[in-house]
């Protein structure tokens, strides 16, 4: 017979961490089942002078997507926030990227406006750093960054891994003129059908002064 309603208030179970109550059909009730799509805090890492701020470990079969949120990221010396990607553990970032990237900003003097695509910050099978934001942020209070990296299916063996990024860095790249309020959108695949393992952030140029970073996995159910 199906269940029509159900008196919530009356259903025993043990309250667990990242879980929901669920109906289990083969037995016949409700039980505590894992939350589909729900985000699970997996490494959390924060700059100090940092020459790269890495995630080697982690990265595996367990989550469809990771997600990286950035916060106060704050560069030691006038550069552009960059990522890379490993599929040896870390111990080399080298794999080819194919991207795009585009911007938007506005300045504080409401005077300058733009949206544009992003030539230089792209990459056509590049092995170098990914930048990200789609500009340079200088080292005043003013200059700091946020946002997040998306990365699918790392640990697939059949297909090419997709990232997707908004990070928004206040531009003020002299330092001395009208900082920006300023929005890069970044896009691309991981040409490698190797597992992605690794997963490294860093400045162009210098250290992360200060910043945080923390890793998600989110699973499909």
Known sequence: MAISKADFNNINITPTASKAIKWNASANGFEAGALGGSMTLLATQTASGSATLSFTSGIDS???KYVFKFTDIHPAAISYFSV???????????LAKTSSSFIAYHDEADSATRLTYRTGYDLGQGTGVQPLGGDTMGVTNDNCGAGHLDLYDPSSTTFVKHFISRFSPNYNASDGSTPYAHDGFTAGYINTTAAVTAVQFAMSTGNIDVGTIKMYGIKDS
């Open 62 to 64: 367990t989550y469809k």
């Open 84 to 94: 890379n990607f490993s599929d040896d553990g870390g111990s080399n970032y080298d």
